[in-house]
């Protein structure tokens, strides 16, 4: 594959994706192989638009318990 198909890694005060520095990290895991690229695991922090601000738009969003479909519950191990 061409180089440039493949996103751009640079270890520099941080982590830098394609340009752009990646913040509030809480894991990296990179693992190299024989093949000449490297296939790197990142898990970091952030908050989700229309997930983790459902308190400020509830009128926007509603969830409802996995165990309720249209208004009933549905038991443990029942099936429908």
């Not at 009933?72 to 191990?77: A, D, M, P, Q, Y």
């Amino acid at each position: 594959m061409k180089d440039d198909y493949f996103n751009e890694i640079r270890i520099d005060n941080g982590l830098i994706v394609n340009g752009k520095e990646l913040k509030h990290l809480k894991n990296i895991e990179i693992k190299s192989g024989l093949d000449n690229l490297s296939e790197i695991t990142v898990t970091f922090y952030g908050k989700i638009d229309g997930l983790d601000n459902l308190k400020e738009n509830k009128e926007l969003y509603s969830f409802k318990h996995s165990g309720e479909i249209n208004g009933t519950s549905i038991k443990r191990g029942e099936i429908r």
